[in-house]
């Protein structure tokens, strides 16, 4: 236990709870966690298989497929089409942020053989640069759409810096099968080194996902193990194809990894893929409702369960512990003054957490300040101000910094932040 322990249990009762559970709501594991959960159920004595998937990112087939890895507790290797990752670049980066590795699948879908040799070079550089405008690094891994390649593109690609990358197991997910027929196929055929394709990008996303899941279930049964490729083609453990800090693999590279790196040694935070929880999954952000179910959750509130202050959270699996902090007057409306929603899908926004930052520590000072000249119309411009003098907040476009971004969602790495330096001010 750390030091929020402590003061919990301590006379500072609702301020330092607020804090405390403000810091428990980065961890999006419940109290029910297996720690012992394990990645990796098998001795790998049968060899190794890389799942492979095409045609993304497209954000509802992408998530189901991701989640489906999630639950499977593997990472794969990603083949993204350029003008997606352009629309979508939150999807690819949520993608490399579990320890998927992203590679490239042209800019459009090209039929390689039917371009000009540097009409391939242009293609794959574009899709390329997109992923890493899209703040990811790139495996220099090519997948040829459809698999149409010749002895000219695979030089071409080669050239260029590029290995050409297809496949040995490939059960047609995309053509409507069954999850068992998918299932079957890739149960059948793989073997240690295999290369499965996959896809998803397709219509049939949610037969592919549903298959994932039964396919790494039985291969792991026979002594096989998943891993990522790496820009030899070779297929690589996963956790060990990625820098490690701490537990979390997704980190390294983050302007935040120090921060988060504190926030796991004080035992704050598990991860955010239980029961691995090897990732810290920086870059996603906490929704209301998942704020008011880790405040619930921390402070054993009890008064408010009857209540129904909010007209929009009826619906919500938070609906109780969101009345409940109402009741208790920690939580507020979203919708000021008249306060009467509390918009439980909504990010966090920055503005939010410096308020419950100021309420939380009893910060006073830095009333009638005016360092960011985006606060200025924002309800919580008093809570921003003295959250800057603090120390706690120095703005949101460095080096200048003259500007907080109210409005702005906070992701989980940007949390550690605040929270690391928020702790200097606990007695
Ligand atoms: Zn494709």
Redesign the pocket.
């Known amino acids: 236990m750390g030091w929020w322990t402590r003061s919990w249990r301590g006379p500072r009762t609702r301020g330092a709870a607020a804090f405390i559970v403000l810091a428990l709501l980065l961890s999006l594991v419940v109290v029910s966690t297996v720690r012992s959960g394990v990645a990796v159920a098998t001795d790998c004595s049968a060899g190794w298989v890389a799942l492979t998937y095409?045609?993304g990112p497209i954000p509802h087939r992408t998530n189901t497929v991701l989640a489906a890895l999630d639950r499977a507790g593997i990472q794969a290797t990603f083949?993204p089409?350029g003008y997606l990752v352009r629309s979508y670049p939150d999807v690819i980066r949520k993608t490399a942020d579990r320890g998927h590795v992203i590679a490239n699948?042209t800019w459009r879908?090209e039929n390689l053989r039917k371009l000009s040799t540097s009409a391939i070079v242009s293609t794959v550089n574009r899709a390329h640069n997109q992923i890493q405008a899209a703040g990811v690094v790139p495996a220099r891994l090519v997948?040829p759409?459809?698999g149409f390649t010749d002895s000219r593109v695979r030089r071409a690609l080669s050239n260029a810096g590029y290995r050409q990358v297809l496949w040995d197991v490939d059960p047609w997910d995309w053509s409507g099968k069954s999850a068992s027929g998918i299932y079957s196929n890739v149960v059948r055929y793989a073997r240690n080194g295999s290369v499965v394709v996959l896809?998803d990008?397709s219509a049939n996303y949610r037969n592919t996902a549903s298959a994932t899941e039964r396919i790494v279930k039985t291969l792991h049964g026979r002594g096989y193990c998943f891993g990522v490729l790496n820009n030899q083609g070779r297929i690589v453990p996963g956790d060990e194809a990625a820098v490690k800090v701490g537990p979390f693999y997704d980190v390294a590279g983050s302007p935040f990894a120090d921060d988060i790196l504190w926030l796991y040694n004080e035992e704050i935070t598990k991860g955010c893929n239980p029961p691995y929880n090897n990732r810290f999954c920086p870059t996603e952000t906490v929704t209301r409702g998942q704020m008011a179910a880790f405040l619930m959750r921390a402070l054993g509130l009890t008064e408010g369960a009857g209540l129904d202050v909010f007209g929009d959270d009826d619906d919500s699996v938070f609906e109780a512990d969101i009345e409940r902090l109402a009741a208790a007057g920690i939580t507020k409306g979203c919708n000021p003054p008249a306060n009467d929603r509390f918009c439980p899908q909504r990010r966090v926004t920055r503005a939010e957490v410096a308020a419950f930052l100021v309420r939380a520590l009893g910060l006073t000072e830095g009333v009638g300040s005016d360092r960011f000249v985006d606060g200025d119309d924002s309800i919580f411009q008093v809570d921003i101000e003295r959250l800057a003098a603090a120390g706690i907040t120095k703005g949101c476009n460095p080096p200048a910094n003259d500007r907080f971004c109210p409005r702005d969602p906070v992701p989980r790495g940007q949390m550690a932040a605040f929270l690391h330096r928020a702790a200097a001010h606990l007695p």
């Open positions: 095409d045609d083949f089409v699948h879908h997948r759409p459809g896809h990008g």
